[in-house]
T-cell receptor, first 111, second 113 residues
Framework: DAKTTQPPSMDCAEGRAANLPCNHSTISGNEYVYWYRQIHSQGPQYIIHGLKNNETNEMASLIITEDRKSSTLILPHATLRDTAVYYCIVVRTGANSKLTFGKGITLSVRP | NAGVTQTPKFQVLKTGQSMTLQCAQDMNHEYMSWYRQDPGMGLRLIHYSVGAGITDQGEVPNGYNVSRSTTEDFPLRLLSAAPSQTSVYFC????????????FGPGTRLTVT
């Protein structure tokens, strides 16, 4: 599976949009981009995923560049409860697909 | 639905002891997996199962055994605990494979002395 690169940390003000970048320059055509987050010591939580089109759900938006080599997770109105480690993961399709977690990016939302 | 449940929440073992971490899900998911997370690190896949009777190794399988006799349960056995297995263990399940949304349990904190 393609590897991803994320900055180690970032912060944003409460109520503002949080834009979390991810590079996956070696992604293949059959690999999806997934985002999970882990709020202090809890099990990871699925946020969103996409293949090549931009995606939006009630939690976030995912913007994937046209060449698919990078993506951005957008939390439109960050709250203090969004403070967490966010993992960008590339996953190949297939029955034996696996999630490979890196260190993620620590998002700190400040009041 | 209870989702994914894990027991126990905390466990302390002595080196050489064996134990089983329990994981159960009530969502009729085919895919289940076990991860470990060491301090300051991301999760690493230990073993996974794509359905009852089928298991496979992940990234760090040594020292652990799994079996999947039912769709609901996916226990993780530590054969002879070592201090290097001190970690937080998470179980997850999904409808089918890692390309579907995975639901994670609350974790088991294991300390091996």
């Amino acid at each position: 599976d393609a590897k991803t690169t994320q900055p180690p940390s970032m912060d944003c003000a409460e109520g503002r949009a949080a834009n979390l970048p991810c590079n996956h320059s070696t992604i293949s055509g059959n690999e999806y981009v997934y985002w999970y987050r882990q709020i202090h010591s809890q099990g990871p939580q699925y946020i969103i995923h996409g293949l090549k089109n931009n995606e939006t759900n009630e939690m976030a938006s995912l913007i994937i560049t046209e060449d698919r080599k990078s993506s951005t997770l957008i939390l439109p109105h960050a709250t203090l409860r969004d403070t967490a480690v966010y993992y960008c993961i590339v996953v190949r399709t297939g029955a034996n697909s696996k999630l490979t977690f890196g260190k993620g990016i620590t998002l700190s939302v400040r009041p | 639905n209870a989702g994914v449940t894990q027991t126990p929440k905390f466990q302390v073992l002595k080196t050489g002891q064996s134990m089983t971490l329990q994981c159960a899900q009530d969502m009729n998911h085919e895919y289940m997996s076990w991860y470990r997370q060491d301090p300051g690190m991301g999760l690493r896949l230990i073993h996974y199962s794509v359905g009852a009777g089928i298991t496979d190794q992940g990234e760090v399988p040594n020292g652990y055994n799994v079996s999947r006799s039912t769709t609901e349960d996916f226990p993780l056995r530590l054969l002879s605990a070592a201090p290097s297995q001190t970690s937080v263990y998470f179980c997850a399940s999904s409808y089918s494979g890692a390309t579907k949304e995975q639901y994670f349990g609350p974790g088991t904190r294991l300390t091996v002395t």
